[in-house]
């Protein structure tokens, strides 16, 4: 309402968001596992005076910095400028509330890429002490980089003592922050272990140095599958209540649930009878197939902590339709057109006659012609459902279902949306607005599907 909308057809926003931040916080979480991986790895290798090792390390550094500072820094611009267009005010709150976070994030991103261009450009040039140096100032860079954008994140889902408060410490340290600051440090940890499993498996062959790479990699990798349970258990409960509620009603949700489970308990037998055990069996085959296993386990992870802040997207603060839960009894009183700066203006150009004193009048929309009023329902659809839903087909789309519903029934569903599904804002417009949205979701609702009753259907068409 504060912005205009932005409708991506089928995939929908909040998916297009997803599929971004999934691809960045995969290959960002590399970035601050694999520079543990490097400073405690090179400086193993210069004390041992392995130079093999050293020289595998070499090799390996400039995969790591194309895939997490090139590719990372991209998708990592990909984020802001998905957010900005799909969830504007959300990211509005996110940058007045911790602008000096976010300028703090900036500082050490930039440290860690000096340090990683250094680390690299500077190989063979520095003294041992001053390279493994390097390597751990990278490291320590992108861990409080982490930690930074892990509180920042985290408010979004349980702002806490920020409600009542309104300060940057009350909401940068919230209920989630310790949670998840402890599942992401686990699972940088462990996705840098199946990074390098693959690398090396796949660079190297059977030999004595691919079988120590795995060996000092697995203890690694089990503590940051030890650290993500420890984490994700702590997450669980600090859920606010109806977010709790939304991961336990959805049954999707549920199934993923049971799905990660299942995957990290497969990568934890995985880890044990492979590389712990039989580090020779990491073959490139059993390496994919351990990285595919943490892949699916800590994506699955991030799908359910997004989807279970409805109908927020910060929690108590934005609504999923993009406007703050204290604006709601604003926009039902003065209408939904005229409480957003863009419909107004839309109403204001494109039908004049439901002006009253320059103001819209809902109950002037209704005389409008019928396409005017299915036209003017979808603007409203598009800023206060647009978020979350598709329109006929595509993720969550309402046109199915809407199937078996009445007009009166859908009506009523509308102007109590919060009521009919917990998980949804509540109406924020006229009971006006509401007959114009109605208007607009019977034209999507779907036809009958022929052949589920042939019986019935051959006496209806005899009659």
């Not at 059993?286 to 409805?310: D, M, N, P, Q």
Request: aromatic fraction near 14%; proline fraction near 5%.
């Amino acid at each position: 309402m504060h912005y205009p909308w932005w409708y991506v057809p089928q995939l929908t926003a909040p998916m297009l968001i997803a599929v971004v931040s999934v691809l960045h916080v995969l290959v960002s979480h590399y970035a601050v596992g694999g520079g543990l991986f490097f400073a405690v790895e090179t400086g193993f290798a210069y004390r041992t005076g392995n130079r093999d090792y050293l020289e595998y390390l070499r090799r390996h550094a400039p995969f790591f910095i194309l895939l997490t500072v090139v590719f990372g820094a991209i998708s990592g611009v990909g984020i802001w400028w998905t957010i900005g267009l799909a969830s504007p005010l959300a990211t509005e709150v996110l940058i007045r509330n911790f602008v000096f976070g976010w300028a703090t994030e900036w500082v050490f991103f930039v440290v860690e890429l000096s340090a990683a261009f250094i680390f690299y450009y500077f190989w063979g040039k520095l003294d041992a002490k001053t390279h493994v140096a390097i390597a751990w100032i990278y490291a320590g860079a992108a861990w409080v980089s982490l930690v930074l954008i892990t509180g920042i994140t985290a408010f979004m889902l349980n702002p806490g003592s920020w409600l009542e408060h309104r300060t940057f410490w009350s909401g940068f340290f919230n209920p989630q922050f310790i949670p998840q600051t402890i599942s992401r440090t686990g699972g940088a940890i462990l996705l840098a272990s199946l990074y390098v499993y693959v690398h090396a498996s796949w660079t190297l062959k059977e030999s004595a140095l691919r079988e120590l790479i795995v060996r000092r990699s697995t203890r690694p990798a089990l503590l940051g599958a030890a650290l993500i349970t420890l984490g994700g258990i702590a997450w669980f409960a600090m859920l606010p209540q109806s977010a709790r509620m939304a991961l336990e009603a959805a049954a999707v949700l549920t199934v993923l649930t049971v799905l990660i489970f299942a995957l990290t308990a497969a990568v934890f037998l995985l880890l044990y009878l492979g590389p712990y055990r039989h580090p020779e069996w990491m073959s490139p085959g059993f390496a994919l197939a351990l990285f595919l296993f943490g892949l699916a386990a800590f994506s699955t992870g991030e799908f359910i902590r997004e989807a279970v802040r409805k109908p927020y997207v910060v929690y108590n603060v934005v609504l999923g339709n993009q406007i703050l839960e204290e604006e709601v009894p604003a926009f039902q009183s003065a209408g939904f057109l005229q409480s957003g700066r863009w419909t107004r203006e839309y109403v204001k150009e494109r039908f004049p006659e439901a002006l009253q004193d320059g103001k819209v009048d809902s109950r002037r929309l209704l005389d409008l012609k019928q396409e005017d009023r299915v036209l003017a329902g979808r603007v409203i659809f598009m800023h206060h459902c647009n978020d979350c839903h598709a329109e006929k087909r595509g993720y969550s789309a309402v046109g199915p279902l809407l199937f078996g519903r009445s007009r009166n029934m859908l009506a009523e569903m509308v102007s109590h949306l919060h009521e009919t599904h917990y998980f949804m804002p509540p109406w924020s417009g006229t009971r006006e607005e509401a007959e114009l949205v109605t208007d607009y979701l019977w034209t999507l609702r779907p036809e009958r599907p022929k052949g589920i009753y042939p019986n019935l259907e051959r006496l209806e068409t005899r009659r």
